[in-house]
């Protein structure tokens, strides 16, 4: 059984910062490729950013490169979302995701690759 719990959320100003973290349980966590997804109120969950279970490697969304980081601490089962600049159309649910396949050479995007997740933390931005 795998765990995943989120922290960090909370109410921001516009262009503040706030850091996540995930912390997971249950299995090797050093083994999976780890995401971050969002979902706003009335859209569709979207992709945020994946980092990957051996060099470290990272992908983003668009909307969020160069304002957010994503890491991993192996030694502590922990990944991380800094945030940066934040917007209000950052304004979501932030949900932490872990990769259903061990050691996956290539970091994906797709909701459907993740089949562990964390209950969210809600993030608001105000204008």
């Known amino acids: 059984q795998v765990q995943l719990v989120e922290s960090g959320g909370g109410l921001v100003q516009a262009g503040g910062s706030l850091r996540l973290s995930c912390a997971a349980s249950g299995r090797t966590f050093s083994n999976y490729n780890m995401a971050w997804f969002r979902q706003a109120p009335g859209k569709e969950r979207e992709f945020v950013a994946a980092?990957?279970?051996?060099?470290?490697?990272?992908y983003y969304a668009d909307s969020v490169k160069g304002r957010f980081i994503i890491s991993r601490d192996n030694a502590k089962s922990t990944v991380y979302l800094q945030m940066n600049s934040l917007k209000p159309e950052d304004t979501a649910v932030y949900y932490c995701a872990a990769d259903g396949v061990p050691r996956q050479p290539v970091l994906t995007t797709t909701r459907w690759t993740y089949i562990y997740w964390g209950q969210g933390t809600q993030v608001t931005v105000s204008s």
């Open positions: 980092v990957g279970w051996s060099t470290g490697s990272t």
